[in-house]
T-cell receptor, first 111, second 116 residues
Framework: GDSVTQMEGPVTLSEEAFLTINCTYT??????LFWYVQYPGEGLQLLLK?????DKGSNKGFEATYRKETTSFHLEKGSVQVSDSAVYFC??????????FGTGTRLKVLA | EAQVTQNPRYLITVTGKKLTVTCSQN?????MSWYRQDPGLGLRQIYY???????DKGDVPEGYKVSRKEKRNFPLILESPSPNQTSLYFC???????????????FGEGSRLTVL
């Protein structure tokens, strides 16, 4: 069945460091791919998405490129801030009525 | 303000005492869904609904019921809660797109349930 695998955390970085959170997926068909972010005490909110191969999603300095050949959708940011501390979820939807989420990666950014 | 509202936000109950977690959205979304979030397991879908009176099971439906009598509301019912249902629950909604599923899910703030 469809699945999402993302790197385990927590990831701890200093402010202004480069961030990569890895995400790979398994899906039949042509999934849409998403990154959601969960700030402490809040629900998830969409960070970015890509709906077809080679698409790049971007928002708030974060980027992820839909790589069909490597079945990956890694999240990157060039310079993280303390305010980016949160849990990040990779997710896919593959033409069904369901969304599949990864286990989440906790990011902590130190000043 | 567009939002998904869940109640209660926090609840401690005992095994076997029926409870309902309410979910309401004000965006006229057709699609609504319930998830539970557990450490190391991420979010897992419990039930979803494509529209009024249309619901289906997700990946972990055992021990839960849902109903969709009105478009804006999608309550989650635990008829006889057990300790393994202690979890953080999220309701989400989105505009229906058929099979495309490219749109954004809007989440509530979560309901933390503890079953003793």
């Amino acid at each position: 069945g469809d699945s999402v695998t993302q790197m385990e955390g927590p990831v701890t970085l200093s402010e202004e460091a480069f961030l990569t959170i890895n995400c790979t997926y398994t899906a039949t068909g042509y999934p849409s791919l998403f990154w959601y972010v969960q700030y402490p005490g809040e629900g998830l909110q969409l960070l970015l998405k890509a709906t077809k191969a080679d698409d790049k999603g971007s928002n708030k300095g974060f980027e992820a490129t839909y790589r069909k050949e490597t079945t990956s959708f890694h999240l990157e940011k060039g310079s993280v801030q303390v305010s980016d501390s949160a849990v990040y979820f990779c997710a896919l939807s593959a033409g069904t009525y369901k969304y599949i989420f990864g286990t989440g990666t906790r990011l902590k950014v130190l000043a | 303000e567009a939002q998904v509202t869940q109640n209660p936000r926090y609840l401690i109950t005992v095994t076997g005492k029926k409870l309902t977690v309410t979910c309401s959205q004000n965006m006229n979304h057709e699609y609504m869904s319930w998830y539970r979030q557990d450490p190391g397991l991420g979010l897992r879908q419990i039930y979803y609904s494509m529209n009024v009176e249309v619901t289906d099971k997700g990946d972990v439906p055992e021990g839960y019921k849902v109903s969709r009598k009105e478009k804006r509301n999608f309550p989650l019912i635990l008829e006889s809660p057990s300790p393994n249902q202690t979890s953080l629950y999220f309701c989400a909604s989105k505009k229906w797109e058929g099979m495309a599923n490219t749109g954004e899910l809007f989440f509530g703030e979560g309901s933390r349930l503890t079953v003793l």
